[in-house]
């Protein structure tokens, strides 16, 4: 089975702080996402990554900045969190195949 | 704007009697089409797909069909269980370059089954 591990299930921060969320897939996928969930919006793409060292903003990607050092991982950062990051952020990976498999999603929480 | 439309936020349903579920899209170059279930506190989970080449795909409870001249997907749940209870979303695909794909997500459907 496919596992993607986010480190933080919950996470409470200050309004300027920095926030790292990581994300850990163990199937030797090409692609990774970082999406954010919001009552009324669903899912929104923040950004993704074809290949390490590769990045691609999404459709919402002002505010944060990810790193993908090596293939398994992909980090989001939040450079200065605001009220209005506050959010369920989900990651995910694929192969070259449409399926995207999950994380079990990080609640962040800044105040 | 929307690419992808869940135009019911909400649905309510006898446990027992069939769900539908509904999503509509506007982008002619989207070829693959999934359904992801979500319960609270957890990340969504693959639930059926189609392809474009398709209009209908079945498995066990869950039943997808296409209209593509209508641009219209439908996701039947029959008969339904209280543990069908969850947020469903609808995801459309389209090859992205790179030899990948995105998938774009519409806003979701609560469903409640009603025991």
């Known amino acids: 089975d496919v596992k993607v591990t986010q480190s933080s299930r919950y996470l409470v921060k200050r309004t300027g702080e920095k926030v790292f969320l990581e994300c850990v897939q163990d199937?030797?996928?090409?692609?990774m996402f970082w999406y954010r969930q919001d009552p009324g919006l669903g899912l929104r793409l923040i950004y993704f990554?074809?290949?390490?060292?590769?990045?691609e903003k999404g459709d919402i990607p002002e505010g944060y900045s990810v790193s993908r050092e090596k293939k398994e991982r992909f980090s989001l950062i939040l450079e200065s969190a605001s009220t209005n990051q506050t959010s369920m952020y989900l990651c995910?990976?694929?192969?070259?195949?449409?399926?995207?498999?999950f994380g079990e999603g990080s609640r962040l929480t800044v105040l | 704007d929307q690419q992808v439309k869940q135009n019911s936020p909400s649905l309510s349903v006898q446990e027992g009697r069939i769900s539908i579920l509904n999503c509509d899209y506007t982008?002619?170059?989207?070829?693959?089409f999934l359904w992801y279930k979500k319960y609270p506190a957890e990340g969504p989970t693959f639930l059926i797909s189609?392809?474009?080449?398709?209009d209908k795909n079945e498995d066990g409870r869950f039943t997808v069909f296409l209209n593509k001249s209508a641009k219209h997907l439908s996701l039947h749940i029959v008969p339904s269980q209280p543990g069908d209870s969850a947020v469903y979303f609808c995801?459309?695909?389209?090859?992205?370059?790179?030899?990948?794909?995105?998938?774009?997500f519409g806003k979701g459907t609560k469903l409640s089954v009603i025991p």
């Open positions: 995910a990976s694929s192969l070259l195949t449409r399926e995207l498999f």
């Open positions: 199937m030797d996928h090409e692609n």
């Open positions: 990554s074809y290949d390490v060292k590769m990045k």
């Open positions: 982008n002619s170059m989207f070829d693959y």
């Open positions: 189609i392809s474009s080449i398709k």
């Open positions: 995801a459309a695909s389209a090859y992205s370059g790179a030899g990948s794909y995105q998938l774009t």
